[in-house]
Structure formats: C-alpha cells, structure tokens
C-alpha cells in the first residue's frame, strides 16, 4: 500500500511555497473510527487536509489544536510538524454551515501559545482556511482540499495542497499561480501530476514526509485528568463502586480504572 506523503517544496524562483499531501490512508482511518455519516464526510477529511497541511508549515516540537464550531456542531483536529493528526467529530442532523469559528490554538517550541479565531459562513473547508491565513496570517495563502468518493461511499482520494506567495513574488508568478485554478483535472491523477501542474513542473523539493492519524494518548495521560478532579467527586466515584472507563475521544481506545487505582487518587488528595 502506498504510504501518505507530504511534499513541502518552493517554485516559481522561490517566490512560492508549494505544499502538498496525500492523505488517502489517513482519511480512510479518521472517517472508520469515527463512523462519520455520508453528508459530513467529505467536510471532516478535508478538515483533517488542512489541519496536515498547517501542521507542515511549523518547526520542530509545534503543534496545532483546531476547532470548527457551528450550527452542525463540532470539529477538532491536532497536528504536528511530524506529519502526526489526530481528530474527532461530533455532529447533529444538519449539514448546511450558516455560522459558526474556526478556533486555532497552536503552541510554538518554548510552549507559548498563540490563539485566534475566525468567523465563518460557508461549509467549504478550503475557503475557511484561506479566510483564515488572510486574516489571522496576512500572508498572501490559498488552500485547496478535496475528498472524493465512489459510489459505494468508498474514500477514492484525498488530496490538499497550500500556496503561499512571498511578498516579493512577481505579477507574472501571480498570473501562473491564478491558472492553476482553471485546470479541471488538477485532482484526477496522483500527487506527482498535481506538483507538476501547480509548480509549472519546475520545483525545488524543501522535504518530503509520510504522514499518518497517531494518537499519542496514554493511561497516564487519562489518570492525570483523574487525578485534577476534585476530592469529592472521586470520593463519590469510589462509593458507586464501578470502574472508570474512559474512551479516547480521537482513537476510541478504552482506559480502565479500577477500584483500587481510585483509592491510590484519593489518597493523593
Ligand atoms: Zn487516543
């Protein structure tokens, strides 16, 4: 099997930056663990697109926490530089966005954080993002995801790509640039035939990474949370007398603790 890639790359002289994913194998799990209905497929696997694709665009140790609210409900997505994301999706019976944020929390290397939040009105996840570069960014960015299904509702791809123009980029880079939106079959083949055609066939390859749905979720972790409950609460967990279960909200992996894991909590309290 053919594994996901992503190609970080320069064109046009170096006056812009070409990202690009294929992210098919990724998609595929997301959608599978989380068991997502037909209408809102495509809408979270190009959410998952673009939270890899920002993930790429930071250095070492960063990392990106997504969160699209809206009328539909909600989205949340966590992406690294590593080609590692992770999803969830908790969604209503309506499929039509009329409001709602996209909220992007992305912690930098020295574990500051930097938050901002966007407004937004369409069910379009390129638009939402490219809307969110121009406004939160003010880099001159576009973004462009797709899933496409068989008729069976079978993932068939699962492309995205991000263009970024630096400030110095020529007025006849930006005319080449504005073509690639005309090109009707810019999906219809593999990724190596979408760089050729968004890069004129002319880059310089920055790097190349496979990418992959990881959660990175421990016991460990879970018991942390336990453990920041108050003295009362795990008291009264402890007089029911069952075990905690908690399930993984991003891989649905299920943690267990029992009776006397409890006590030990308690007795830190
Ligand atoms: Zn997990």
Request: net charge negative; proline share 1%; glycine share 4%.
């Amino acid at each position: 099997m053919k594994k996901d890639i992503c190609y970080v790359t320069t064109a046009y002289n170096g006056e812009v930056r070409v990202i690009i994913v294929d992210a098919i194998n990724t998609v595929r799990k997301a959608l599978l663990i989380h068991n997502v209905k037909k209408e809102h497929k495509s809408f979270f696997g190009e959410f998952i697109l673009a939270s890899l694709i920002m993930g790429e665009t930071f250095k070492q140790h960063e990392s990106v926490y997504l969160k699209l609210a809206s009328n539909i409900g909600e989205m949340v997505a966590s992406s690294d530089n590593k080609g590692n994301v992770k999803a969830d999706i908790e969604v209503n019976d309506e499929n039509t966005i009329k409001s709602g944020t996209l909220n992007v929390i992305r912690q930098l290397d020295d574990k500051s954080i930097y938050n901002s939040t966007i407004e937004i009105n369409s069910d379009n996840i390129s638009d939402i993002f490219t809307s969110y570069y121009l406004t939160s960014d003010q880099t001159l960015t576009c973004i462009k995801t797709s899933c496409t299904f068989k008729s069976e509702g079978i993932l068939d791809h699962a492309f995205g790509f991000m263009l970024q123009l630096l400030p110095a980029a020529s007025v006849e880079t930006k005319k080449n640039i504005n073509k690639v939106f005309d090109y009707e079959d810019l999906f219809s083949k593999d990724i190596e035939h979408i760089l050729s055609l968004l890069t004129g066939s002319s880059h310089t390859l920055v790097f190349e990474q496979n990418l992959k749905y990881f959660c990175d979720c421990t016991k460990e972790k879970y018991y942390t949370k336990l453990i920041a409950l108050d003295k009362k609460t795990i008291d009264s967990i402890i007089k029911d007398n069952t075990d905690v279960e908690i399930v993984c909200p991003f891989c649905h992996k299920k943690y267990v603790f029992n009776k006397k894991e409890l006590e030990e909590i308690y007795k830190t309290k």
